[in-house]
Antibody, heavy 121, light 109 residues
Framework: EVQLVESGGGLVQPGGSLRLSCAAS????????MHWVRQGPGKGLVWVSR????????SYADSVKGRFTISRDNAKNTLYLQMNSLRAEDTAVYYC??????????????WGQGTLVTVSS | EIVLTQSPGTLSLSPGERATLSCRAS???????LAWYQQKPGQAPRLLIY???SRATGIPDRFSASGSGTDFSLTISRLEPEDFAVYYC??????????FGQGTKVEIK
């Protein structure tokens, strides 16, 4: 059974840092591109970042570029999101998500349960 | 960046009724790389449709979708109680950012 389990969320002050983790199981993690998507309180879904299977390529939303870093450890089947210089507008539930196919352009078929990040003084 | 606009914002219907949701893109979505997700309160989104019209694994056939280019739609033929939720469209074919519509809430009338 495919499982994605996020952790690392919490309350942090503006300007602070946090590292999110997403532990994957039930599939060959090293074969899949992975993404982070967030959802502000009462808001819609917003794509944050993605990383390819061997970590050679990453992309970021303009709103987080230069502040967030996506990475992965294929030996540990874990995806990460390092978040620095956090702002109030980064407050959201952060989901990790797996693409439906490892080899073709595809949407997300599995999502984690989400981890809440609250940026407030 | 491709902007997706969903309409209506809220759809108030009764169980058994038909629901039609719209998703319009600001530019053509390449190769119909358009997906639909369902999200219930406190839950992660669930993939319903990919490739504009293909149902994901385990999705009942009362869910159907169509469209190409800039105009897409999702239809729920007969609403079941568990279908009342928020629905999002997403384009995933262009270079980043992959964008979502703002969502359509299907609520019980």
């Amino acid at each position: 059974e495919v499982q994605l389990v996020e952790s690392g969320g919490g309350l942090v002050q503006p300007g602070g840092s946090l590292r999110l983790s997403c532990a994957a199981s039930g599939f060959t993690f090293s074969s899949y591109w992975m993404h982070w998507v967030r959802q502000g309180p009462g808001k819609g879904l917003v794509w944050v970042s993605r990383i390819n299977s061997d970590e050679s390529s990453t992309s970021y939303a303009d709103s987080v570029k230069g502040r967030f870093t996506i990475s992965r450890d294929n030996a540990k089947n874990t995806l990460y999101l390092q978040m620095n210089s956090l702002r109030a507008e980064d407050t959201a539930v952060y989901y990790c998500a797996r693409l439906r196919s490892p080899s073709t352009i595809s949407p997300y078929d599995y999502w984690g349960q989400g981890t809440l990040v609250t940026v407030s003084s | 960046e491709i902007v997706l606009t969903q309409s209506p914002g809220t759809l108030s219907l009764s169980p058994g009724e038909r629901a039609t949701l719209s998703c319009r893109a600001s530019q053509s979505v390449s190769s119909s790389y358009l997906a639909w997700y369902q999200q219930k309160p406190g839950q992660a989104p669930r993939l319903l449709i990919y490739g504009a019209s293909s149902r994901a694994t385990g999705i009942p056939d009362r869910f159907s979708a169509s469209g190409s280019g800039t105009d897409f739609s999702l239809t729920i033929s007969r609403l079941e109680p568990e279908d009342f939720a928020v629905y999002y469209c997403q384009q995933y074919g262009s270079p980043p950012p992959w964008t979502f519509g703002q969502g359509t809430k299907v609520e019980i009338k």
